[in-house]
């Protein structure tokens, strides 16, 4: 249980830190005009995805140093 509080939030700040980094392209050069809520949901699973990706590669390295 002690080991589960950090890993939640290893993985909030993965996905702000994709979050931050996603807000720096401008994604309407690439999407459809009048898609809104579509461009919003590709966000959020981009910004999921890179998340979760970084927060295991966060853990991996914390996993090795132990």
Not at 9 to 20: D, K, Q, W, Y
Not at 30 to 59: D, E, P, R
């Amino acid at each position: 249980m002690n080991e589960l509080i950090p890993r939640i939030f290893i993985h909030f700040l993965g996905f702000f830190v994709a979050m931050i980094g996603l807000s720096s392209i401008d994604f309407n050069r690439f999407l459809k005009k009048n898609k809104v809520w579509q461009a919003q949901m590709l966000y959020l699973v981009l910004a999921m995805a890179l998340g979760y990706l970084f927060a295991q590669f966060l853990l991996a390295i914390q996993w090795q140093i132990s």
